[in-house]
């Protein structure tokens, strides 16, 4: 499988800060990286989707200006949480797409811990 | 928005006791993914299945990608008490290459 990095993986900030969260991967080029944000024993909740060279497709719901996502090389997307706020607090976990048999798979991040005090 | 449905919720079982756990859709997909999450970690992929009907052995795992498209199962056999985590499904719905997933099965193994 691919191998995709995360940094930091762990990260405490007061409200009001911006936070930049960075997703790699190691061993190939991923032209579509995903981002997600997961709540306690939930399931994964995608929030965008990064194409690198161009902006990024955010879901219904997700403030594009409040998590700003730059993919700006072909193994690095970042997201950044603007102004976080409490609520904001969460795991954040990206992947990017492997393409095995032709058919896009996603390989995840380590994931990173927020917490906004 | 679209769904999978992922059944059991969660499961206690004996070490060394086979597991099943299965995914279904009213959408048909064109792949399907099986992963595992440990506490604190990302999603581990497990097996990938990309053809209706394909079964797929991991070492003591194996899914299958169901012939209509719609379902997927995840066996585990002679679990031990690494197995222990969430296991989540996800699809990929045909033309797409964003990914949907189960709410996920937490699996608890006493030996």
């Known amino acids: 499988g691919a191998v995709v990095s995360q940094h930091p993986s762990r990260v405490i900030c007061k409200s009001g800060t911006s936070v930049k969260i960075e997703c790699r991967s190691l061993?190939?080029?991923?032209?579509?990286m995903f981002w997600y944000r997961q709540f306690p024993k939930k399931s994964l909740m995608l929030m965008a989707t990064?194409?690198?060279?161009?902006?990024?497709?955010?879901e219904q719901g997700v403030e594009k200006d409040k998590f700003l996502i730059n993919h700006a090389s072909l193994t690095l997307s970042t997201l950044t949480v603007t102004s976080a706020h409490p609520e904001d607090s969460s795991f954040y976990i990206c992947?990017?797409?492997?393409?095995?048999?032709?058919?896009?798979?996603?390989?995840f991040g380590p994931g990173t811990r927020l917490t906004v005090l | 928005g679209q769904q999978l449905n992922q059944s059991p919720q969660s499961m206690f079982i004996q070490e060394g006791e086979d597991v099943s756990m299965n995914c279904t859709s009213s959408?048909?997909?064109?792949?399907w993914l099986w992963y595992k999450q440990d506490p604190g970690e990302g999603p581990v992929l497990l097996i990938a299945?990309?053809?209706?009907?394909e079964l797929t052995s991991n070492g003591r795992l194996t899914a299958q990608f169901g012939i209509t498209r719609k379902d997927s199962f995840l066996n585990i056999s002679a679990s031990i008490p690494s197995d222990v985590g969430i296991y989540f499904c996800?699809?990929?719905?045909?033309?797409?290459?964003?990914?949907?997933f189960g709410a996920g099965t937490i699996l608890r193994v006493k030996s």
């Open positions: 299945l990309y053809k209706a009907g």
């Open positions: 990064s194409n690198e060279g161009s902006k990024a497709t955010y």
């Open positions: 992947s990017a797409g492997g393409r095995e048999r032709g058919t896009d798979t996603q390989y």
């Open positions: 959408s048909i997909f064109n792949t």
């Open positions: 061993d190939f080029q991923a032209t579509t």
């Open positions: 996800a699809g990929q719905l045909i033309g797409g290459n964003k990914l949907v």
